[in-house]
């Protein structure tokens, strides 16, 4: 199965980490915040975000970002203004080629990796 590492804690992340998680991969969530990684490793879950909805203990909760290396699959999971602030110039070097964003629409940000382009017109269905 995929190594997966998911950008984003919140309740968008933490969906997608359950979902892949379940399918049988492996799963990396990052998050900027220590707190967010904390509450989940101590209760779970996070409630504020996602209540009731158990975090299995197998998905590894990293808040450092060299988590992305030699991964099958990136999934930005981080609301679109942030995209920017958080990748561009920290991981860029760390990763062979990137898979798959899920971000609404990254061209607002101005994110200047020539492989998104790619990526965001083949999830668009154009080739």
């Not at 030699?70 to 930005?76: A, E, F, G, M, T």
């Not at 942030?82 to 991981?91: A, L, M, Q, T």
């Not at 760390?94 to 020539?114: E, H, P």
Request: aromatic share 10%; hydrophobic share 40%; charged share 20%.
């Amino acid at each position: 199965m995929a190594d997966i590492v998911i950008l984003g804690s919140g309740g968008f992340g933490l969906s997608i980490a359950v979902m892949c998680y379940n399918a049988g991969h492996s799963v990396t969530v990052w998050s900027k915040f220590q707190d967010e990684i904390d509450t989940i490793k101590r209760t779970g879950e996070l409630k504020a975000k996602l209540s009731g909805v158990k975090i299995p203990k197998g998905i590894t909760l990293t808040t450092d970002m060299s988590c992305v290396k030699n991964k099958n699959l990136v999934v930005i999971g981080i609301p679109a203004a942030f995209v920017r602030s958080v990748c561009e110039g920290r991981w860029q070097p760390a990763y062979k080629r990137i898979q798959c964003s899920l971000c609404r629409d990254w061209r607002t940000i101005g994110v200047n990796f020539g492989c998104f382009r790619r990526f965001y017109i083949c999830r668009n269905g154009n080739k």
